[in-house]
């Protein structure tokens, strides 16, 4: 079953602007996090959120994480061509060890 | 590290055949997961592993597919027969971590096209 959903399911936007991508998510969670799959590859971890914070950096992404709203938001800043890939939040469930389920994602298209 | 290792990368067959999908996972990683991803369905869990040990395979869809992992270097994830409908990318995982909600590494994945 779908714990992550991504929105939008697609965005286009110019090289140089940023890029904001939505994840919202059903049930309480220990950790969120985001993935990035360019075309033919598989996926690749980008950050991991707790659910103890609130905001987190790396690089050109900031993700925020509000569990209040159950939901999540991926920012790629001053975008780039070699951003051009699908974006997936991936969550666990709070009530055990359990495996992560991700979203079906965001494609995200930078035009040079 | 190579990374996980998934053989091979392009895989098509007809109907009723059998299929043996492969993976190396990263050394020393402790859990291994098989996803199956299709468009309609995204990113499905399938079964994983834990030391060698299969812990959950509610994810299977049909007895027609199997998975093994005989040593902590190698699974196998096996269609038999084959279907057009599981005509799917299907990716294997690796994690280090003592719990299942840490980082994944994936490999990049076997494109099956059953005809």
């Known amino acids: 079953s779908q714990q992550g959903e991504e929105d939008p399911q697609a965005l286009s936007i110019q090289e140089g602007e940023n890029a904001t991508m939505n994840c919202s998510y059903k049930?309480?969670?220990?950790?969120l996090q985001w993935y990035r799959q360019n075309s033919g590859r598989g996926l690749v971890h980008l950050i991991l959120?707790?659910?103890?914070?609130r905001e987190k950096h790396s690089g050109r992404l900031r993700v925020t994480l509000d569990t209040s709203k159950k939901s999540s938001s991926l920012l790629i800043t001053a975008s780039r061509a070699a951003d051009t890939a699908s974006y997936f939040c991936?969550?666990?469930?709070?009530?055990?060890?359990?495996?992560?389920?991700f979203g079906k994602g965001t494609r995200l298209s930078v035009i040079a | 590290d190579a990374g996980v290792i998934q053989s091979p990368r392009h895989e098509v067959t007809e109907m009723g055949q059998e299929v043996t999908l492969r993976c190396k996972p990263i050394?020393?990683?402790?859990?291994l997961f098989w996803y199956r991803q299709t468009m309609m369905r995204g990113l499905e869990l399938l079964i994983y592993?834990?030391?060698?040990?299969?812990?959950?395979d509610s994810g299977m869809p049909e007895d027609r597919f199997s998975a093994k992992m005989p040593n902590a270097s190698f699974s196998t994830l096996k269609i038999q027969p084959s279907e057009p409908r599981d005509s799917a990318v299907y990716f294997c995982?690796?994690?280090?971590?003592?719990?299942?909600?840490?980082?994944?590494?994936f490999g990049s994945g076997t494109q099956l096209s059953v005809l």
């Open positions: 959120i707790r659910s103890n914070e």
């Open positions: 050394s020393g990683h402790d859990y």
């Open positions: 991936a969550t666990d469930v709070d009530s055990g060890n359990t495996p992560l389920v």
């Open positions: 049930t309480s969670i220990n950790n």
């Open positions: 592993f834990n030391n060698n040990v299969p812990i959950d």
């Open positions: 995982a690796s994690s280090s971590f003592r719990t299942l909600n840490e980082k994944l590494f």
